[in-house]
């Protein structure tokens, strides 16, 4: 039965560490079977594996590893990293953003209104002369900057 582990890293090195570990895994054959590196989680990776020996082993000699934490992750401490989430629920009113696609594409605009449900925005861009509001889906837009602006 697989475990999970957390293994120590040196901060933003996280995928290198999980990319290095993939090729050792794969060259020596060992029960890693999962490395999760959530963005969320600065200067930690999340490894399943058969044990700790198979663990240790992938991470012999990678460099940017600190260290394996003690004792063992439980999945319900993981799970919530392995749930996708919707673009809107990570955009909030008063950031900045640039639209990615369709016919706005380019143009920075300020979020006005996030409609999780619909998984839209609607915005005001910025170089309008007249401010009008477009709507758009919260995956058509890159975040730019977090600075919520009074609305």
Known sequence: MSRFFAVKTTANQERVVANL???AVKKYQLGVYSILAPKEMKGYIIVEAEGMEDLLRAI???PHVKGVVRGEVTFQEIEHF???KK???QIKEGY???IVSGPFRGELA???RVDEAKNEITVE???AVVPIPVTVK???VRIIDKKEEEV
């Open 21 to 23: 570990m993939e090729m």
């Open 60 to 62: 012999k000699g990678v």
């Open 82 to 84: 392995l749930t996708p």
């Open 87 to 89: 673009a809107a629920e």
């Open 96 to 98: 900045t953003v640039e």
């Open 110 to 112: 300020i979020v006005k």
């Open 125 to 127: 861009l910025m170089e």
């Open 138 to 140: 919260a995956d058509h």
